[in-house]
């Protein structure tokens, strides 16, 4: 038996506050615990669409290929606003390996050739509908065909850095690497690095 067998949901109303770069919406929402009583509770939900992110791996070379770039909420949270990741982005309606071999061109440049999906996973599911498409591909340097740096029509800012993967998680635990989706790739490529190859 299931601890959450009693428990469920009912969505009594809800309210969009902002509706402009993504929606923000609030809920008042009926919630049956595990106990069987029920509770009203409030909760804001921003709704993001599916995004998709991949880790690029040189295995010749042992690099990972990151990108540099301005984030507001690093900014406003004290940490450097110029933040470290693993390409990624929207999958503006594509499917989720169409969108990310877009966006790794869009960012750094490099053709990816056989994509590995491996997962997806919520980041924040507390308050966040976004569901990451994860993928990781082997290139190398034949496969940079562009030089990256993002859509400037988008204002996209992007600097594309090339990195000794052992280094990339050293960074991790010097606290210069602070993303989430690139934390999860480089530990991944890690525990799996005989398999990219």
Not at 86 to 94: F, Q, T, Y
Not at 169 to 174: D, R, V
């Amino acid at each position: 038996m299931n601890k959450f067998d009693k428990a469920k949901v009912e969505i009594v109303s809800e309210k969009t506050l902002s509706d402009q770069w993504t929606r923000l919406s609030t809920f008042d929402i009926d919630y049956t615990d595990s106990a069987g009583e029920t509770h009203r509770v409030k909760r804001e939900i921003y709704h993001r669409t599916p995004a998709a992110c991949i880790l690029l791996y040189d295995p010749k070379r042992e690099k990972v290929i990151l990108v540099r770039q301005f984030r507001l909420p690093a900014h406003l949270t004290g940490f450097p606003a110029w933040m470290i990741e693993v390409p990624a982005g929207l999958l503006d309606g594509d499917h989720p390996e169409e969108a990310i071999r877009r966006e790794a061109m869009e960012e750094t440049g490099f053709r990816v050739r056989d994509v590995r999906f491996l997962f997806k996973a919520f980041t924040s599911p507390g308050a966040i509908t976004e569901i990451i498409h994860f993928f990781a591909a082997v290139v190398d340097t034949a496969d940079r065909i562009g030089d990256g740096g993002g859509l400037a029509h988008e204002h996209e800012d992007i600097e594309v850095l090339e990195v000794p993967l052992a280094e990339a998680i050293a960074m991790i635990e010097a606290g210069e690497i602070y993303d989430a989706k690139t934390i999860m790739l480089l530990q991944w490529a890690m525990l799996n690095k005989a398999s990219l190859k």
